[in-house]
DNA sequence: CCAAATTCCAACTCGCTGGTTGGAGTTTGG
DNA sequence: CCAAACTCCAACCAGCGAGTTGGAATTTGG
C-alpha cells in the first residue's frame, strides 16, 4: 500500500479547522485534532512544526477558500450591498471563519499574522476595484472605498463574532431570524452607497 | 491590623481585567493574576470559586464600567455620529473591553451569558432612545434603530476586535492613525442617519 | 535486490497549571 | 478574655498536554 502522505496531511488541516475554530489556538488539543483526523499526532509536528504553524496553517487554507468562494467582483464594485449579502451567506454557511480570523485577532494584537502581505495585496485589489466604480459613477463616492470596504467586512462580520451581542441588541425586534439579518446588512451598506 | 478583604477582592479584580484581556480565559494564568494583585492565588478560590467565575466577574465590571463612561443619551438619539466617536474613544482609552467581549463571544457561542437579562433592558434603552429621535425627526428614519445600534457598535469595534485586518485594509491609506479611523466612523456613521 | 530515506506509530517525558491543604495569624461575639 | 470563625499564605499535588523518541513498516533510488 502507498502512502498518501498528501492526503494525510489534508486529513489534519481538515481536522484542525474545526478545533480551533472551535476552541481557539490556546483551547485547540493536539490530541483531538489527531484523533479527528485519524491519525498519529506525531505528525503534526513533522508536517507543520507544532500547534502554532498548524494555526497558521489552517488560517492560510480558509483565507483562500473565502477569496475563492466570494470572488473579487462578483457583483462588489457595482452593488456592495448585494456583496455584503453575499459574505453574509459564506458566514452562515462557514460559520468557522469569521471566529478564526478573530482568534488570529486577539492573539497576534499588533504583531505581524501569517501571510500578511498576500493577504494586504488582496484587500488592496478589492479597494481599487471600489474606487474604479466611483470613478466610473455606479457608485456613490461620499465615502472613501477603504472605509466602505472595512464597513462592509465589519457590518456583515460582527453577527458572528459576538453572537451575544447580537442576540441582546436584537432581542426586541419583531422578528430575528438569519433572513432578516441579511436584511439589515444589505440595507445598511445600499445607504452607505446611495 | 484589620483586613480589608473588599480591598483584597478588588486587587484581584483588578489584575485580572488585564491578565484576561490580553490572554482569554484559556490562556489567562491564576498564578499571574495572584501574583499582579500582589495576593495569594488561593483568595481567588474563596473569594470567587475559580478561572471561570472570575472572568465572569471581571466582565461584569467592565460591562457597568462602559455603561458607565459612555452614557445612554450622551448625544446619542441627536447625533448617533458623534455617539460612536464617543464609543471609539472609550476603546481606545480601554482596549481590552472589546478584547474580553470577544473573548467571551468565542467562548460562549449560543449558550447564555453573564448578566445577560440585564444587559439585553440595556440594549433596549439605547433602541427606545433612537426610536424617540426618529419619530422627533432629529434622525433620519430609512434604518430601523435597532439596526442602527448594531452599525454604530459594529463599526467602532472592529478596528479593534480584528486589528490585523483593519491593517491591511488601510495599508494603502494616506495615512492611518486613530484619529483618522474615528474620523472614518463618524463620517460612516453619519452617512448611515442622514 | 538491497540500502538509504521516509512515513508512521505507541509509548514516553516533563514542565506547567488549576486547584487543594494544613496551619498560623487575626478578628469578632459573647 | 477566650473560642469560633475568618483571612491569609507557602507548599504541595495530580493530571493534562505539547512535544520527543526509538524503532517498525514502507518506499525509493541505484
Redesign the interface.
Known sequence: MAWDTAKTRQLLLDAAVGEFAE??P??ARVDRVAAKAGVNKERIYQYFGGKQQLFGAVLTQELEKLAAAVPLDAGLAADPGEYAGRVFDYHSAHPHFV?L??????Q???DQ?AA?AQ??V???DK?AALTAAQHAGTLGD???P??L???V???A??WF??????R??????ADDSPRTRRE?LV??VR??TA
Not at 480570523?101 to 486577539?106: I, Q, R, T
Not at 463574532?161 to 447580537?166: D, G, H, I
Request: proline share 4%.
Open positions: 476552541h481557539g490556546q483551547g471566529r480570523l478573530h482568534w488570529e485577532g486577539l497576534a494584537g499588533d499574522v500578511e493577504r494586504a488582496h484587500y488592496a479597494v461620499e465615502i472613501p477603504a472605509e470596504l472595512y464597513a467586512i465589519a457590518l462580520g460582527w463574532s459576538t453572537p451575544q451581542l447580537a441582546m441588541i436584537m432581542a426586541g425586534a439589515a440595507r445598511l445607504k452607505l
